[in-house]
């Protein structure tokens, strides 16, 4: 004769499962969250840059393009219209007012993700989830990464925070500053350490390959 499941084993069985789902669906949702932040990081870099090369063709070589001189939220507006406003689609754009009382001028992604664009058009603050844009200095480098402008560094100006190997002729880069500069303007090193302690977390992240190192120090 077939018998069936007993209440015990159907209460253990169930319970063996509880433990299960239990153990392995924060690993799920942790390999979830690095997936959304590497597909949107190379997304963004992507697009951006696309929108660049595209630029280029009506107003000329980056390096000759105007950024702002004086900063208002106003003037990066005006910036951002004539360069990029005909070749990045989004949802918005605009200024707003921050949290911390702050104006400024953000722009809003299909996707869901946004990015301010401060100092003279030169730094780009991208975050995944465009609600956390007004306070994206608390979650650098989980929800939030800094991206920088500058296709002019590195030609012959003086100054530790001109980097030729970074920035010199190329669009929007994952962001760094000099600590180190050698004479031909390049960072070195480079190591995740020297990374992280400085806080570029996009350009660990795009030197891993647009993945998340193992040795990642913050918290998605």
Known sequence: MNRGFTLAEVLITIGI????????????????????????????????????LLSTADNGEIQYWEFVTAETPENI?????KYFDKYLKTNNTGIYNFKDGTRCFAIYFPDGSGATITYRGHDWFYCINARYLDEWNKYHGSQ?????????WGSGQSGQSHLKSTYQNKGIEPYVNASKVNEDGSVSPTTPGDLYSQKWYAKAIQLNNWTIPDDYPVRY
């Not at 507006?77 to 219209?81: A, D, I, K, L, P």
């Open 144 to 152: 939030c990464f800094k991206f920088g402008f500058y296709p002019t």
């Open 77 to 81: 507006q005006t910036f951002y219209n």
């Open 17 to 52: 499962i509880g433990i299960v789902a239990a153990l392995t669906f924060p690993i799920l949702l942790k390999h979830h969250r690095k997936t959304v932040i590497e597909t949107s990081l190379k997304r963004f870099y992507t697009v951006t840059n696309q929108a660049v």
